[in-house]
C-alpha cells in the first residue's frame, strides 16, 4: 500500500523536481462547493454523489486538508470553508509549490488561454491542442480546398511561438483511433473539409482527424496523443492506444509519440512502448484519480513491460491546483513502492532503482522535449 | 490477501445485513455428483477435470465445508457424501443463513419460476428478466405489428405485479452490446418481429434486443445488465459494458441502469459509473469464482475510480446455495481487506470506511429500488 | 513480492523437473552486445534505450549473471564480457541446465530448423508450425486447385515425423482473430490460394489463414494459438483470444487448443478455459519479460477462474538461453508465491497446492500432449 513505503527510492522522489510533460491551467479564483466539486470530477455533480465520495475525493481531503492548515481526512466542509477562508490564490499557491514540479508543459487548448501557472521558481512550457488550431482555422473562414494549407499555416505558426515544445491531439475523444492509418490525399481532405465547414463546431470529421495527425507528424515537434481515461464525452473502447498500431508503423522514424493517461489500457500502451522506438507514455490523470491507494498497482502494471525510458510523468491536472500535488504525490508514492519494493526483495539494485526514477520523474522528458537540464546521466 | 484481515471494517461488513441486488434461485433437491459439479462451473463437467480444482471448488471446499460440520477443506468425496446425508433443504438453508442477507432480489427469468428462497427473517423480491417476457408474447402468438404493443403491455404486466423492483436484460449474451444505439422506429421493430416470429426461439433479433432495451428505459425501473462474465454461451468481447456508450448517452436521465458482473471488463465498468449519473456497478458472480483469495483485488479494480455510492453487492448465486454464501463471504472479506488497509494505512478515514462498506452493501440498493429501510445515512 | 517466498510450495516447485511446452531454439554461438541485444526485445535495439534498462533486462542481470559467475545485478558490461569469455556454448548450457526443465516442446518454425538444443537428461519434442509448412508449399510451386491438398499433404507428413507433438499456427500475427469462424469451402480456398500464390510472400490471406486454422483440426493434434502479446509485427487488439469464441464454438470436441502468451488478455483466456473443454492456456513469454517481480501478479490474474488442470509452463524462450532460465524461476517463483500465500492464509490445503503445482508445471502438459511420465497423479 502506497504511503507507507519508506527508504532511499522513496527519499529520491520526493527531492526530485519532477517535469510534469503534461497538465493544465488551473482557476485561482475562489470556488463554492458546486464550482469546486465539478471540477473535483470527470463526470458531473449528481445528486446524492459527491464527488468527495470517490477515491479523487478521499485522496484530496486525506493529502490535500493538511496544506491548507487541516487535519488529514478533514470533512468536506471544513476542506470547502478553508479553501474559501485562504482565498483561491492563495491555495494554488501552496498546491503547485508542493507539488515539487520544476517544468511544467501546459496544454493551452483546454481551458483555451495561455500557458501560464502561478510558480516561482519552475519553468512553463507549452503544448499546442492541435484540434483548436484547426478550429480556429474554421472560425475565421477557409475555403474548403484552402483547409490544408490554411491549418498548416495555422499550425506551424503555434508551434513557432517562443516555449512550445509539443502538440497534442484529442482524436481519441473526436472519433476514437479506429480510423484508416494512412495519409489522405488532397482531394478527400477538401472533400472532407467542405463536409465539415458547411455545419462547423469541434472537428469530428475522420479524414481531417486523420489529416490532423499525419499533420503532426509533419510538424516534427512531440505529438502527445490522449489515450484512454477521461471524461464522459469519449467512448473509451475507441481510445484504445492499441489502435493506433497500423499508424504507427506508417509513421516510423518520425516524431516522439506520447501515450497519455493510458488507463485502463496501461498494459496495451506498454507494449507499444517495448515495440515502437518513438511511443512513450504515462499514466497521468489516473494516478489522482485513483489516488495514492492505488497508483503503485496501476504504475505497475503500466511498467510490466515498458523500458524504463519509456515512462514519463504528467499530472494532468487541470482545474484545480490540488489535482497537481495529487498527480505529483502518488507518482512518486507508488513508484517509490514499486522500485523500494524491488530493491528490498534484491529484484533490483538500488542504483538502478535511483536512475529509473530519475528517469521517469524527470529526465526521460527532458530528452523527449529537448528541455535545458544538467542531464545527469550524460545521455 | 483476503481472510486475514481483521479490524472494525471487517467486523462491521460481517455485522451488515446484506442487500443482493442479483440473484437466482436454487435448486434445493439433493444433488449427485454430477449434478453439483455441474452446478459448481460456468462451463460444462469434463472428465479428468473436476469443478472441484478450480478456484470456486476450492473456495467451497474452505468455506462451505465448515457449515455442513466439516473440516475446512475437506476431500470433494466427504463434501458431497455429508452434503447427500444433511439432505439439499438443510444444506440450503444453512448456506442461505450464513450468508447473512437481509434482502434478496431474484431473478425469475433463469431458472424461471417464482422468486422465492427458502429463507427467513429476509425479503425477497422479483427482478423480470425482458427476454423471458418477449419471449412468452411470441410463444402466445403474435403478429409482427403487434408485438412491439404486445411486448410492451407484458412487460408493464410483469414489472407491476407486487415485489418486482427491477428488470434485466441478458442483451450481452443475445447480441452484445454492439449494437445501434438508437430507438428502432415502429416499422423496424415489426419488420424484425416478422424475422423473429417466422423462426421463434430465443430472442437474439439485433432490432428486437435493442427495442427491448428502449422498452425498458420506458417502464421506468432500475435495468439490470449482464456485462462481461457468464457461461459458455457468451462472446466475451461482446460484452464490454463501454460498447453501451453511445446508448447510455442517448438514454441520459432516464433510469439507473446496473452494470452486473463485469469482469474482466470492472475498470470500463467503473469508467462509465464515473461519468454516467445513473450507472452503478457490482462484480457479483466473479466474487465466488475467483474466491475470497482474489475477491479483494477485483474489488479493488472495480473501485479505483467508481464513486463508493455506485457499488453494489450482488451475489449472482444460481443453482446452489454455496453461492450466496460464498459470495457474501468474499464480498464481505474482500472489501474489508480493501477498506482497512487503507484505514491502517493512514489513506482513509475509519468512519468514511465504515460508511461506504454500508453504502456499498446495503445502502446503494436501498437507494436504487426504493426499498424500505432505516435510511441510516439520512439519503 | 516474488524471491521472497519460501516453503513447501516452493521447494515442491524448485524440485520439479518441468515440462516446457512451448519454446523456441536458441543462438549458441558468441554474441557482440547488438546482438546479445537485439534478442533481449520484442522491439529493435534503439539508441539510448538499452533494453538492459527493462524489466527483462533487469531480470537477466539479478538472475542469469550468478550463473556466469558474477554476482547478482553486475552492469551490462560486466555480463556480456563474462558471457563473451565463458563462450556462448557454455553460457548456453549452464542456463538450459539450470531452467531444469524435463521436457522442451520445440517450436521449429521460427527460427527455422530442428528441433534441437544442447542439453542432457532432458527430452526434446517439436512442435509443427503450419504457416512455414503452408509457405513451404507455395515455395515448391502448387496451382490453386491443389493447395489445399498439397498443404493437407504436407503438414499430415510433417506431424507424422518422430517426435511432433503438436502443431502451432500464428494467425494472431497474420490477420488476427476476427475471422469468420466458419470452415472455408474448396472453392473459397482455390480462389484465396489464387491470390496468394500470385504475390506469394507470407500466408496472410484471410481465408487461408481460417483454412489452415481448420486444417489444424484435421491433423488431430494439440493446436498451439499464439495469442496477445508479441513482437512489433503483431496488432494487439486483433491477438484477443476471446475473438476465437465462435471458431472454439464451431469445433467443439476436437482437438486440444493451447493459448500462448494471453498477456494482457489472460483473464480473457481463462474465461475461455473455464466455460470450454479443450482450451488450456499458458502465459509464457510474459513471464520474463515482466520478470519474477511481476510473474506472480499475472499469474494470480490468469488463474483467477481457470481450472487447475488447465494451466501450463511454457518458456517461449527464443534467441538466448537465458530465457528458458528466466522463464522457469519466474514460473516457480511466481506460481510458488500464489499458491503458498493461499496455503499461509487457509485459503488453500497444502496438499492440493503441490498437487496444483505439480499439475501446471509438469502433468497438465503430459495429459494434454500424451507424454510418457509416471502419471503420478494416476490419471
Same mark, same amino acid.
Given at each position: ?7 532511499? *527510492? ?7 523536481? #519532477? ?25 458531473? *455533480? ?35 470553508? +478553508? ?6 490564490? !492563495?491555495?494554488?499557491?501552496?498546491? =503547485? ?91 478527400? *481532405? ?12 469541434? #472537428?469530428? !470529421?475522420?479524414?481531417? *482527424? ?8 509533419? =510538424? ?46 496501461? +498494459? +496495451? ?11 512513450? #507514455? ?18 505497475? !502494471? ?19 491546483? !490540488? ?11 507508488? =513508484?517509490?513502492? =514499486? ?41
Amino acid at each position: 500500500m502506497a504511503g507507507a513505503t519508506e527508504g532511499p *527510492v522513496r527519499e529520491a522522489l520526493d527531492a526530485l523536481p #519532477l517535469v510534469d510533460h503534461h497538465c493544465h491551467r488551473v482557476v485561482t479564483a475562489d470556488l463554492d462547493r458546486a464550482g469546486f466539486e465539478s471540477l473535483l470530477t470527470e463526470g458531473d *455533480v449528481w445528486p446524492g454523489v459527491s464527488p468527495f465520495d470517490s477515491p479523487v475525493g478521499v485522496a484530496v481531503r486525506r493529502h490535500c486538508a493538511p496544506l491548507l492548515d487541516l487535519p488529514r481526512h478533514a470533512p468536506a466542509e471544513d476542506y470547502l470553508a +478553508r479553501r474559501a477562508a485562504l482565498g483561491g490564490p !492563495e491555495a494554488t499557491r501552496r498546491f =503547485l509549490a508542493a507539488s515539487g514540479t520544476g517544468v511544467f508543459c501546459v496544454d493551452t487548448g483546454y481551458p483555451p488561454g495561455p500557458a501560464a501557472l502561478p510558480v516561482e521558481d519552475a519553468a512553463v512550457y507549452e503544448v499546442v491542442r492541435l484540434e483548436g488550431v484547426a478550429e480556429s482555422v474554421a472560425a475565421a473562414g477557409v475555403e474548403p480546398d484552402g483547409y490544408a494549407e490554411a491549418f498548416r499555416t495555422a499550425a506551424l505558426a503555434a508551434v513557432r511561438r517562443p516555449g512550445v515544445v509539443a502538440v497534442k491531439s484529442v482524436a481519441a475523444y473526436r472519433t476514437g483511433f479506429d480510423l484508416d492509418p494512412h495519409r489522405p490525399t488532397a482531394a478527400e *481532405v477538401t472533400g472532407a473539409a467542405a463536409r465539415w465547414l458547411a455545419h462547423g463546431g469541434r #472537428l469530428a !470529421e475522420p479524414v481531417l *482527424v486523420r489529416h490532423l495527425l499525419w499533420t503532426a507528424v509533419d =510538424l516534427g515537434l512531440p505529438l502527445q496523443l490522449h489515450t484512454g481515461f477521461g471524461d464522459g464525452d469519449l467512448r473509451l473502447h475507441r481510445a484504445d492506444p492499441a489502435l493506433l498500431t497500423d499508424w504507427l508503423r506508417l509513421t516510423a522514424g518520425t516524431v516522439p509519440v506520447l501515450l497519455l493517461h493510458c488507463w485502463p489500457y496501461q +498494459r +496495451r500502451a506498454a507494449y507499444l512502448a517495448a515495440v515502437f522506438e518513438r511511443v512513450h #507514455l504515462d499514466v497521468g490523470l489516473t494516478l489522482h484519480h485513483v489516488g495514492p491507494a492505488r497508483a503503485g498497482a496501476v504504475l505497475a !502494471e503500466a511498467l510490466e513491460i515498458t523500458p524504463f525510458r519509456k515512462l514519463l510523468y504528467s499530472s494532468d491536472a487541470c482545474g484545480v491546483a !490540488e489535482f497537481h500535488h495529487l498527480g505529483a504525490l502518488a507518482f512518486r508514492r507508488g =513508484l517509490a513502492e =514499486l522500485l523500494q519494493d524491488r530493491v528490498d526483495a534484491d529484484e533490483l539494485a538500488l542504483p538502478d532503482a535511483l536512475r529509473f526514477a530519475a528517469w521517469a520523474g524527470r529526465d526521460n522528458a527532458r530528452r523527449v522535449y529537448g528541455l535545458p537540464g544538467d542531464a545527469p546521466d550524460g545521455d
